[in-house]
């Protein structure tokens, strides 16, 4: 399952060292469902604990802001569902998007929305 934001420019608040460099934000997820899996969406709680999924050799969490960079330590939270959309809480943690060095402490993210479940091409 993919969870896919994109915010065509919209952003809730930007810090001052970076509010002038006109970003386009957006985030994915990929999670490894199993399909037989009975459980519920609603209610559900998954982990991502690393962007690179060495198994796969590709990364499974990525946040672009200015370049793209992984997205560590995500939980995303599925609450409640209306028609096809499902209210979701995403949070995970990145380098600080205008200082790549590692200087800075890792930036917390968290992505609040609602999320329309679409049925995968064939």
């Known amino acids: 399952m993919c969870f896919e ?4 420019g919209v952003r809730r608040t930007s810090l001052p060292d970076t509010a002038g460099l006109q970003p386009q934000p957006n ?6 469902l199993d ?12 982990r991502v604990p690393s962007a690179y999924d060495s198994e796969n050799e590709d990364y499974v969490a990525i946040i ?3 370049a793209h960079e992984g997205l560590d330590e995500n939980v995303i939270e599925i609450g409640e569902r209306e028609d096809n959309v499902f209210q979701v809480r995403w949070t995970g943690t990145t380098i600080d998007v205008n200082c790549y060095d590692g200087s800075k402490p890792r930036t917390r993210v968290e992505i609040l929305a609602g999320f329309t479940l679409v049925a995968p091409e064939s």
């Not at 934001?5 to 065509?8: A, F, G, L, P």
């Open 64 to 66: 672009y802001y200015m």
């Open 5 to 8: 934001v994109r915010t065509n």
């Open 35 to 46: 399909l037989n899996s009975t459980v519920p969406l609603s209610g559900a709680i998954y």
């Open 27 to 32: 985030a994915e997820v990929n999670l490894r």
